[in-house]
């Protein structure tokens, strides 16, 4: 089987997987694992468009997980209807992708990074700074009567979704003025891409799912906090699991999302008191490989 082949039935075996998994009731923590990974995969996979196929990095995509977490919330809190805290979740997340896309476009390499980290923090103080809205550093309690057998199923279809749209941009003309971008601006430039609204595209088409599992993250938890919201270590899992694997495409971000919650579950559960330098451990030696991985490659 060629890897190409063993890649694609890889990813066909995690998402059948996956999707039997968030049907099964157990009612303890197997349950709450599988939201974990299905969150963590939207997230992932969103953040591939824009970071496996322009080679953006960013260390805030849970910037729009924590807006839409934080809007969704404030919609329940003030009487707002299901249907319309969700509604404007997406339409706030995606409003902050657009509108975020304009400066950080014209960046390129370290400096993106580090904007998007600083837009995170931002946006971590300011929920903690407006206390009435948000409840501050106590976090924004907003309960929601609905059965806990809904979230697992409705987590999948958010991953799934993610995945659809996933497919269909890199694989349209968006996805080949990516890769024609990633390869060199310049030259993209050259030919006639407006390379800062390829950039704008990317980053507007990331920001739905993360607004949506942030919203999806609250209704199930009830609770929000600013640093569980805007969390650097929810953005580092979402980067990792897009390029943890020696491969491109679906797969990637799909089947690293899966090892890297399973990773943080296992030290989370088996060794108290560590979790945090450990987990943190992990995170940098999955970087520094696949860092030494890229350079080879350049």
Not at 173 to 179: E, H, S, Y
Not at 246 to 263: D, Y
């Amino acid at each position: 089987m060629s890897t190409k082949s063993a890649t694609r039935a890889g990813l066909w075996l995690t998402l059948a997987g996956l999707a039997a998994a968030s049907l099964v009731r157990t009612g303890g923590y197997f349950d709450f694992f599988i939201f974990s990974v299905l969150i963590n995969g939207a997230m992932a996979v969103s953040y591939d468009i824009p970071g496996g196929s322009l080679g953006l990095i960013s260390l805030g995509h849970a910037t729009f997980f924590g807006l839409g977490g934080y809007t969704f919330g404030i919609a329940l809190t003030r009487g707002c209807p299901l249907s319309i805290a969700i509604a404007l979740a997406l339409v706030v997340g995606a409003a902050a992708g657009y509108l975020l896309a304009f400066p950080l476009a014209r960046l390129k390499d370290g400096y993106y990074a580090l904007a998007t980290l600083g837009i995170l923090f931002i946006m971590k103080l300011g929920a903690d700074s407006l206390g009435s809205l948000t409840g501050g550093s106590a976090g924004l309690y907003a309960p929601l009567k609905a059965s806990r057998e809904l979230f697992n199923p409705l987590a999948f279809s958010l991953f799934a979704a993610a995945c659809l749209m996933h497919y269909l941009v890199l694989r349209s003309r968006f996805g080949i003025l990516f890769k024609q971008t990633e390869a060199s601006e310049d030259v993209a430039r050259s030919v006639g891409i407006d390379t800062e609204k390829i950039k704008i595209a990317g980053l507007f088409f990331a920001s739905g799912p993360p607004a949506l599992a942030g919203a999806l993250y609250i209704a199930r938890t009830s609770y929000l906090s600013p640093d569980s919201g805007f969390s650097l270590s929810l953005s580092i899992t979402a980067l990792l699991a897009s390029r943890l694997l020696p491969f491109e495409g679906l797969a990637a971000p799909v089947i690293g999302a899966l090892l890297l919650t399973l990773a943080e579950e296992l030290i989370w559960t088996g060794l108290a008191g560590f979790q945090h330098a450990l987990f943190g451990a992990l995170l940098l030696f999955f970087a520094i490989v696949k860092g030494r991985s890229l350079l080879r490659d350049a």
